[in-house]
């Protein structure tokens, strides 16, 4: 008998579905959103500010909750699942590990911009060495041909990471793109590849699927698509998906269904869909955690979001380069200011 294909899902809502809550994250939604999660049972859980570990700050935006605070409350819900954490080398410091480890944190997912593999080395490095089940995060995938991707992945593996993921963090790709890179890694690494979705283009779905298809072993995604920009592959929609295609996640659909719809919609501030700024995020190749703070700027200067992203991506900006939000939108507001427009 043919053995059923295994997918790792991780479910990001406690983390990059912060953003689309400006990291306000209240003490029960945490409590409750990690309960229907262990209750559905992904692989993983990851839970931190919406940047990573040490991310509650003026640059990123203040967290409700700090990072201790949100992984505690998690951690005394989650029984049957695994709690992950994110840092980005910079953000967050190699303390930030320990701190997480102590509070009962299993896997540290360590991201950098998809050219600067090199700068993960002591914190994953010292995340396999506490004990921590060590993912790589290759950051605005969609900047880098193939080969770099390998390069770049290449390196995380020699650093110890057990998955080496392809991040879609602008919701830039199409199809076609996402198996070439899923598959220059799965040929190229002796560890596993993951695949992380956003969905400014509409493609968080069927992205996912590509990536299998390419060979990616290990998924992520957010309830109710929660997530920067237009959100994330549904977790409960990849689960139900995936189950179609005869793939075992060891997931319990209904519960994360459940978890869906009656925990997570109630807590959303807005719906997660595609609207005219969030599908320019994804023209533009811009990180999707930009959104809201370009929002804010388009309040305060009365400009259109989609000028302020295309020109961000025409600058090529990259994840903690968020200021250049301000000053796009000054210099436009001075333009117009100065052409009468």
Known sequence: METKRKIRLVDSTLRDGSHSVAHQYKEEEVRSIARALNHARPYAVEVSHGDGLGGSSIQYGYGKLSDREAIRLAKGELKDTKLAVLLLPGVGVKEDLWMAREEGAEIARIATHATEADISAQHMRLAADIGLEVMGFLMLSHMVDPDM?????????????????????????LADEVRSKVD?????LQVEVGFHAHNNLGMAIGNSLAAIEAGASVLDGSLAGMGAGAGNAATEVLAVVLDKLGIDTGVNVY?????????????????????????????????SSFLLHTLRQVKKFGLDPRDILIELGKRKVVGGQEDMIVDVAMEMRRRSTQTGR
């Open 184 to 188: 220059a890694l799965r040929s190229s």
């Open 149 to 173: 991707l390998v390069r770049q992945a290449l390196v995380m593996e020699s650093y110890g990471a057990s998955v080496v993921y392809v991040v879609d963090s602008a919701g830039a790709m």
């Open 255 to 287: 519960a994360m269904m459940d978890a869906a719809e009656d925990t997570v919609r109630p807590v959303m501030h807005r719906p997660q869909i595609i609207d005219k700024a969030s599908l320019s995020l994804g023209y533009a190749g811009v990180y």
